[in-house]
């Protein structure tokens, strides 16, 4: 088993470093899928009739299930994994290119809530996807992927000879310190004609982009036996690789009875209401149209939704040795110590009595122990996918992760044998014991 558990982690390292952005990180889900029997739809086109292994893309969120072994009634219920492909970092600017001083930089804008302090002195890359004039794609405009694995660009800090105070609680104004550099000429090319360079087209045909920064250190081992992960962007990609790699397992042994199906949103860090995110119609439509391409009509949907249970997973806090006191004393979440069961009263999180069953049947038969989260209740807690999916299907939701430190930094720490036992309490989900 330990074997495994450190194949699993050593996969999620190269998933990660392949995924600098939730496009990579939908590219790298569909290859991977694809390479599995998976076949690509569009919305836009009639989808098939006929049992197969079918994902889906909407931006930078991805759906795929597989209806090969499902038995034939179109309101067979459905098995859901629920994630989210985007992380907190730095965004480009639609009119990014200022000089100062004789330094060369590129303007941002903050995505979500990162730590922003862990952002400084670091050198990043870039990545995203860039939309280009082309007359042979529909409306005129064609998305490129693009990717610099170079360090672009860095966030220097102030000396702290010029601010004595910066080690007593460093406040950084987002506006005006954040503006990272990438040369020192007074003269640099304007950030549409770099891309332009990239991508081979000329500078006038560059029309818009959704580009980011990210960490260039990459993912690996960490610790005196390996036994952690340090990784940057674990806070999804972590559950995207799990979830991956639970449908992947799922489909050689499904379940008849149910539809393995995974769903990964773009824009949860930034509250998920956008076309793409986990209040969007992307969901429901997925489902819907499931089961219309097997006879099914609106009843059977609605048939179909009182027996799924959907898995809303998250990356979740484990217990900080440093900070021990902003935890819930009777609920103390261990690295390598197993997924975590999330709940929370005041309904940030979807977890009630049914669904917490269902996932802790999940860990059983995984073999897997089951840790439970909960904020200390003098503390806020923060929130998921679960909530919006619970609301728009009505059907049975858990909120569950895989415990992590340093949430939200350029940089996050995981247990090494965490992915692995992640991928099984998943993989179990999907494809629930039929003995």
Request: glycine share 10%.
């Amino acid at each position: 088993m330990a074997a495994d558990i450190d194949a699993h982690a050593r996969d999620l390292c190269t998933f990660i470093d392949a995924s600098p952005s939730p496009y990579h990180a939908v590219a790298e889900v569909t290859r991977r899928l694809v390479a599995a029997g998976f076949n690509p739809i569009e919305e836009r086109d009639a989808w098939p009739g006929e049992p197969g292994r079918y994902v889906v893309r909407r931006g930078g969120s991805v759906a795929a299930w597989s209806t090969e072994h499902a038995v034939a009634d179109p309101a067979t219920p459905f098995r859901v994994v629920g994630g989210h492909t985007d992380s907190p970092n730095l965004r480009i600017s639609p009119l990014p290119d200022r000089a100062s001083h004789g330094w060369d930089q590129l303007v941002v804008e903050v995505y979500g809530g990162p730590l922003l302090n862990s952002w400084l002195d670091r050198d990043l890359g870039i990545s995203g996807r860039v939309a280009v004039r082309d007359t042979d794609s529909p409306g005129g405009v064609a998305e490129r992927l693009v990717r610099v694995d170079e360090a672009v660009l860095r966030v220097p800090q102030l000396a702290i000879h010029l601010d004595r105070d910066a080690n007593s609680g460093l406040a950084l104004n987002p506006q005006t310190h954040l503006t990272p550099i990438w040369g020192a000429t007074g003269a640099a090319p304007s950030f549409a004609a770099y891309l332009a360079g990239l991508l081979g087209t000329a500078e006038r045909d560059v029309l818009a982009w959704d580009v980011m920064t990210h960490d260039l250190t990459p993912s690996g081992p960490l610790g005196r036996e390996s036994d952690l992960l340090a990784a940057p962007r674990l806070d999804n990609l972590g559950t995207a690789f799990a979830g991956t790699t639970a449908l992947l397992a799922a489909v050689e042994d499904a379940d008849p009875t149910h539809i393995p199906l995974l769903v990964l949103f773009d824009h949860e860090e930034i509250g998920s209401t956008t076309s793409s995110g986990g209040d969007s119609t992307f969901l429901p439509s997925v489902l819907e149209r499931v089961v219309a391409t097997r006879g099914g009509d609106r009843q059977d949907y609605h048939r179909a939704l009182a027996d799924t249970l959907v898995i809303s997973a998250d990356m979740a806090h484990a217990t900080h040795p440093n900070y021990v006191e902003k935890h819930e004393p009777g609920h103390r979440i261990a690295i390598n110590g197993g997924p975590v069961l999330k709940v929370n009263t005041k309904g940030r999180y979807a977890s009630e009595a049914p669904g917490s069953a269902a996932f802790a049947l999940a860990c059983e038969q995984a073999g897997v122990p089951m840790q439970v989260f909960r904020s200390r209740g003098d503390m806020p807690c923060g929130s998921t996918i679960g909530p919006m999916s619970a609301a728009l299907t009505g059907a049975t939701t858990v909120d569950v992760g895989s415990p992590m430190l340093s949430m939200h930094s350029a940089r996050e720490l995981t247990g090494a044998r965490d992915p692995g036992m992640y991928v099984a309490a998943l993989t179990a989900t999907l494809a629930p014991s039929r003995h």
